[in-house]
């Protein structure tokens, strides 16, 4: 149940609060809330003798303030304002556009903290993708026969378009009987890039199979 506390500035409103914090250190729980921040707004000054306990717990929201911000403050006054009942009103309104979901003086995660360890873990992301090893890789491709059509066959070849797939130099190598094999490099960045699925889910499969009967790893390197 949310607790109300007015005129803090006063004699009254910190009787109010005197009696509320006896037997606490803290305005909610066991530990420093943001509650504590809010009412510590509306206080003017570390209140008297005769309020104990609130005293107490002015100090306690004090050295946790001091210790969040460590920084020698050289003190700060405010002209045209009155006695402190004609201050009160400006302090308060500062402390209620403190919103809870804005602050956020003790290490509470905002939404914009979330983003922006969620931008910095895409970064990392993208950062490793990016140094992903690679490797030269070195392709038999056969025809069905010596009536194959090679240069189809090289176009069929380099009609496989991917991310991280590369390719490169080629030349035909005589295998016999009049039939001749391509041969061509191929560079990938392993992450993206599988050879045995390149091979059997592309190559070896329609359209590319109508001049490729077969493709065989020669070579595997990594660069």
């Known amino acids: 149940m949310a607790v109300t506390f007015s005129d803090l500035h006063t004699e ?10 006896s037997g606490k250190t803290y305005v909610s729980g066991d530990q420093l809330t943001k509650d504590d921040i809010k009412v510590y707004g509306f206080v003017s000054e570390k209140p ?11 100090d306690v929201v004090s050295s946790h303030l001091a210790a969040s911000f460590p920084g020698k403050a050289q003190g700060v006054k ?15 309104a500062a402390a209620a556009a403190a919103d809870d979901d ?35 890789v070195l392709l038999d491709v ?3 026969d010596d009536e194959t059509d090679m240069k189809k ?43 045995d699925s390149l ?7 329609e359209p590319c199979n109508e001049y490729i009967q077969s493709c065989d790893i020669v070579a595997f390197n990594k660069i």
Request: negative net charge; proline residues 4%.
């Open 12 to 21: 009254s409103g910190l009787k109010t609060l005197e009696e509320f914090l």
């Open 48 to 58: 008297g003798s005769s309020f104990p306990s609130a005293a107490k717990w002015y």
């Open 78 to 92: 405010f002209a045209g304002q009155g006695a402190p009942a004609e201050a009160a009103p400006a302090k308060a």
């Open 102 to 136: 804005d602050l956020d003086l003790f290490g509470d995660e905002t939404e914009e903290d979330k983003k922006a360890a969620e931008e910095r873990e895409a970064a990392k992301k993208t950062t490793k993708k990016k140094e992903s090893g690679k490797s030269s």
């Open 142 to 144: 056969k025809p069905w």
């Open 153 to 195: 066959l090289e176009e069929a070849v380099r009609s496989i378009q991917m991310e991280g797939l590369l390719w490169g130099a080629s030349k035909l190598v005589p295998v016999g009987y009049g039939i001749k094999k391509l041969q061509i490099m191929m560079t990938i960045v392993d992450d993206l890039v599988s050879v």
């Open 199 to 205: 091979i059997e889910e592309h190559l070896t499969v």
